[in-house]
């Protein structure tokens, strides 16, 4: 069993920084890829980003493109989002998930361990 834990959520003004960092625990871990989506109140889970675990590379939703950035560190089995730039749209439970099957990297479904989710509230 895989668990990935968040930390790193917070209240902030508009502009500020947030950094959120999820580690993975548990049987050996060898993800393709892992992502961070957000859930905001009566609105579905989107896709926010994603790297690869052994190319690093990168995916980001449009809106976050030049303002967030994902990076992870292979021998702490963590994957870490900058967030730069804040913006009060940004609010939302922000959710860390892995996959160790190669698909979509942009929809949930693609996924199957999720972390419990850490929140984000940016005030105007």
């Known amino acids: 069993q895989v668990q990935l834990v968040e930390s790193g959520g917070g209240l902030v003004q508009a502009g500020d920084s947030l950094r959120l960092s999820c580690a993975a625990s548990g049987r050996t871990f060898d993800p393709v890829a892992m992502g961070w989506f957000r859930q905001a109140p009566g609105k579905e889970r989107e896709f926010v980003a994603a790297?690869?675990?052994?190319?690093?590379?990168?995916y980001y939703h449009y809106s976050v493109k030049g303002r967030f950035t994902i990076s992870r560190d292979n021998a702490k089995n963590t994957v870490y989002l900058q967030m730069n730039n804040l913006e009060p749209e940004d609010t939302a439970v922000y959710y860390c998930?892995?996959?160790?099957?190669?698909?979509?990297?942009?929809?949930?479904?693609?996924?199957?361990?999720w972390g419990q989710g850490t929140q984000v509230t940016v005030s105007s």
């Open positions: 998930a892995a996959t160790e099957r190669i698909g979509s990297l942009k929809m949930t479904a693609s996924y199957h361990h």
């Open positions: 790297i690869t675990w052994r190319g690093g590379n990168p």
